[in-house]
């Protein structure tokens, strides 16, 4: 979903989740599983050395906190914000990109689901 919304045989330009999502929708063969696996670990790496990242630079901006995320903690908010951005937030953006009558999600559109967002948990 974050590259483009379109279903055609050719998926490359997905990642993540809606690769998995565009193949299945396509009828995908049952090798394709284990790509779709393999991509799905490699996007929960990369965000949980986000997050690890984020929370090292946290701490040491405030180093008179005195409180440090530990790696439990840490994996937790990974898994917190995979599941927030391929549930909730991916539904909002396609909606926000059709409603615009396109098929590609754009910074429009992470913009809309932030205000949404923020006017839910404001209210």
Same mark, same amino acid.
């Given at each position: 979903?974050?590259?483009? !919304?379109?279903?055609?045989?050719?998926?490359?330009?997905?990642?993540?989740?809606?690769?998995?999502?565009?193949?299945?929708?396509?009828?995908?063969?049952?090798?394709?599983?284990?790509?779709?696996?393999?991509?799905?670990?490699?996007?929960?790496?990369?965000?949980?050395?986000?997050?690890?990242?984020?929370?090292?630079?946290?701490?040491?901006?405030?180093?008179?906190?005195?409180?440090? !995320?530990?790696?439990?903690?840490?994996?937790?908010?990974?898994?917190?914000?995979?599941?927030?951005?391929?549930?909730?937030?991916?539904?909002?953006?396609?909606?926000?990109?059709?409603?615009?009558?396109?098929?590609?999600?754009?910074?429009?559109?992470?913009?809309?689901?932030?205000?949404?967002?923020?006017?839910?948990?404001?209210?």
């Amino acid at each position: 979903i974050w590259a483009t !919304m379109e279903s055609s045989s050719d998926d490359s330009d997905l990642v993540g989740p809606s690769r998995a999502r565009a193949r299945a929708a396509s009828g995908g063969a049952d090798g394709d599983d284990a790509a779709n696996a393999k991509d799905d670990g490699a996007v929960r790496s990369a965000l949980h050395f986000a997050v690890g990242r984020i929370c090292e630079q946290e701490e040491d901006d405030d180093p008179d906190v005195g409180a440090r !995320m530990s790696s439990d903690a840490v994996g937790s908010l990974t898994e917190l914000v995979y599941q927030y951005a391929t549930t909730s937030l991916v539904n909002d953006l396609v909606a926000f990109s059709q409603h615009a009558g396109r098929k590609t999600v754009t910074v429009d559109d992470v913009k809309l689901a932030i205000r949404k967002d923020k006017k839910t948990h404001d209210s």
